[in-house]
């Protein structure tokens, strides 16, 4: 099975940015849609952004379209989300997943294989 970590996040004031990375185990995770998602306290898990396996086709969540750019680097088994412009509501904890399907996936059923997490906060 594929082992997902998520690093990059932290406690920024609004407007900062920061870059989140999920690396994978093994080049499996390369052929394959990767999302990010988040889930705010209290919240249900949220879709923010995919991308296929080829990094050509991407989508976002009305919510960041604009602000957040999602990437991959298949050679280091890498995908980023690049966050721009944070505001408040931005505030929750991250997950990078992999779906067994090449193309791009929105819904969390969709995706297989989950990291741990991890914590953005932003402060306004």
């Known amino acids: 099975q594929v082992q997902l970590v998520e690093s990059g996040g932290g406690l920024v004031q609004a407007g900062e940015s920061l870059r989140l990375t999920c690396v994978a185990s093994d080049h499996l995770f390369n052929m394959y849609a990767v999302g990010w998602f988040r889930q705010a306290p209290g919240k249900e898990r949220e879709f923010v952004a995919t991308?296929?396996?080829?990094?050509?086709?991407?989508h976002y969540a009305d919510s960041v379209k604009g602000r957040f750019t999602i990437s991959r680097d298949n050679a280091k088994n890498t995908v980023y989300l690049q966050m721009n412009h944070l505001k408040p509501e931005d505030t929750a904890i991250y997950y990078c997943?992999?779906?067994?399907?090449?193309?791009?996936?929105?819904?969390?059923?969709?995706?297989?294989?989950w990291g741990q997490g991890t914590q953005v906060t932003v402060s306004s």
């Open positions: 991308i296929n396996w080829t990094g050509a086709d991407k």
């Open positions: 997943a992999r779906s067994d399907m090449n193309s791009l996936q929105i819904q969390s059923a969709r995706y297989r294989y």
